[in-house]
C-alpha cells in the first residue's frame, strides 16, 4: 500500500507589482514539484489576485505565504501584517473570486490584529497524488545460489536401479 505524502512550504515577501509574478512562479514550482500539476492554475490565480489587492490596499507590504498539501487537499494561506486592511471592505471583489475559484476559502485575525486569507483545492478523482513506497515486509525466504559451471548429470547425483526406487518406497 502506498501513503500520500505531507508537504508544507512558507515563503515571506514585500509585495510589490513586480513581486506578483516571481511569488506565482516559485508557487507553480513547488507544486509541480510535488507533482500537483492539475493544481498550479488556481492557485496561481487565487494567490496573484490576493497579492495583488495587498498590494493596493494595504499599507504594510509584508505578506506571509504557506501552503499545505494533505494528500487530499492543498491549502494556500496569505497572512498580511497591515492591521488596518479590511478584508470585508477592501478586498470583497478579490474574495468573491477566490470563493468562485476555490473548493473553500476563510479569512481570520491573528492576536496582533493581521489577517490570514486562506483557500484550499482538492484533489479530484483519478489525478495523481504523490506516493511514497512503503518497505516490503522481511520474509524468511532465503534465496540459494544455483551453480551453473556444472553439468545437469552432475547436479543429478548418479541414477538409481530400475527397480531401486519402487523398492525403497514399501
Not at 501552503?67 to 474574495?95: F, K, V, Y
Request: hydrophobic residues 40%; glycine residues 8%; neutral net charge.
Amino acid at each position: 500500500m502506498k501513503t500520500a505524502v505531507p508537504c508544507y512550504y512558507h515563503l515571506d515577501v514585500q509585495v510589490g507589482p513586480e513581486r506578483v509574478g516571481q511569488v506565482s512562479r516559485i508557487l507553480a514550482a513547488h507544486l509541480r514539484y510535488w507533482d500537483l500539476d492539475n493544481l498550479v492554475e488556481p492557485v496561481r490565480r487565487g494567490a496573484e489576485l490576493l497579492l495583488r489587492a495587498i498590494d493596493a490596499h494595504a499599507r504594510n507590504k509584508r505578506t506571509s505565504i504557506e501552503m499545505w498539501w494533505n494528500g487530499q487537499h492543498l491549502i494556500t494561506a496569505l497572512g498580511g501584517e497591515d492591521p488596518d486592511l479590511r478584508p470585508d471592505q477592501d478586498l470583497r471583489s478579490c474574495l468573491a473570486d477566490i470563493a468562485a475559484m476555490s473548493d473553500g476559502w476563510g479569512c481570520c485575525a491573528t492576536a496582533t490584529g493581521s489577517t490570514i486569507i486562506w483557500f484550499s483545492q482538492r484533489a479530484r478523482a483519478g489525478q495523481r497524488v504523490p506516493l511514497v513506497p512503503l518497505a516490503p515486509d522481511p520474509t524468511l525466504r532465503t534465496g540459494l545460489n544455483v551453480p551453473r559451471d556444472e553439468p545437469v548429470t552432475v547436479l543429478a547425483g548418479p541414477a538409481p536401479a530400475p527397480g531401486a526406487t519402487l523398492e525403497g518406497s514399501r
